[in-house]
């Protein structure tokens, strides 16, 4: 009974977490629309709940963020949309499944990566604080580097079209979002996980109890 009620509390609070997820990504705070690509905070909701509620809730929550990424740059489309929205491939149904991994794929792994790590941090006790702060950092960076790094593997050409340069020039242009932008966002999500996750971690324990051992000794045979 207690695991099923635990149960209902993870899926429950899973499906908070993902209408988070979904809000921001529908208000200018979770898509900041910039020239060329539209930066993107949603991923600190998603680094936050793998590490309350484990990668599996990350994963789910990824998956999330890509569908609202997909959504978005359908409905918005920017120079770029085609690299985040299988509606919008330009080169047919490849084109399409390599922007279902882009804004899907991706996605997920930033929920995977940030709940493993924040288990690997508990096992070798680093402080709370620390823990928080690096795997928001480094989820985040899952984030840029995995997008930005299958753009250019996957849609070089494409991408070179869109900002009317030489392909030669699109590994310069793609670091140059990953420092102007991906580096920034991790920043960000660095302090925002460990502030928002120190208060959550605290309030968990009140939210989805542990199963409580017995510790009553056997009664005393008085025969």
Known sequence: MNNKKKDIRWMVSVALMAAIVVLLANTPL??????????????????IGAIILGPMAGAILGATFGICSIVSNTMTPTLLSFAFSPFLSTTGAAGGIKAVWIAVG???????AAGWLWILFKKVRLPEPVGLAVTGFLGSMVNTVCVMGSIYFLFAQQYAEAKEVAISAVFGLVM??????????????AVLVEI??????????????EKKKSTAEPAADNT
């Open 106 to 112: 991706c996605r997920i792994l930033i929920g995977v």
């Open 30 to 47: 979770g898509m900041i629309q910039l020239p060329i690509i539209k930066a993107t905070t949603v991923h600190i909701p998603v680094i």
């Open 176 to 189: 140059g979002t990953v420092t102007a932008s991906g580096i920034p966002e991790a920043i960000a999500a």
């Open 196 to 209: 928002i996750g120190l208060a959550l971690l605290k309030a968990m324990p009140r939210i989805m109890p």
